[in-house]
């Protein structure tokens, strides 16, 4: 997992309460469970204006000149700026997988649906949690200034914005332990292997029939 620690970037303002993880991330395009591919279909129903499926050429598929990320000034965001209850709906973990495959590293919102928020910790998306008011705020900035850009400091716990206003937020210690050095439940697993190892040696020498052995 990509380790967290500072992030400036350019910001997209995705101005919709209720963003559920279907139109996140479509249930068509849930066919596979590899951690890859699913950027070109993010937000599929509202990016393009036809009917996305499976195996379709992207690229030649008409785009929403209307839609946020399709826009010229915001091409290339890496902050996701969203209204109240962002990730509602269905558990699907592809949801975080689009986002960040899309490019994002965080998301600002006054809210989320729960499984989504424990979701994008554990695939290295950072959902800062800010009072409406200040969103709302940064909505009127990103939408008022080109090239609005934010600077996310996950040491101090701070979005810092262009006027060097510091907007602080909570983040719980383990998770942000995992961000910071890049460990999801695998990296922290693995952080145990010689323990894991030496447990596995001790219990084969007491019962050595547990080795599986060749049939003759």
Known sequence: MQAFTTHHGL???????????????????LKSIKRTGFGPNLFDELRYLDHGEPGMDNSKRPLNPDFVLNQPRYQGASILLARKNF????????????????GFRAIIAPSYADIFFNNSYKNGLLPIVLPELQVARLFDEAKAFVGYKLRIDLERQVVITPDDRELAFDVEPFRKHCLINGLDEIGL????SDLIRSFEAERLAKHPWLESRPIA
């Open 11 to 29: 910001v997209a303002p995705l101005d919709r309460e209720n963003v559920d993880t279907d139109l996140i991330i479509p249930k068509q395009f």
């Open 87 to 102: 990730g509602c709906g269905s558990s699907r973990e592809h949801a975080p997988w689009a986002l960040t495959q899309y």
């Open 189 to 192: 697993t693995l952080q145990k």
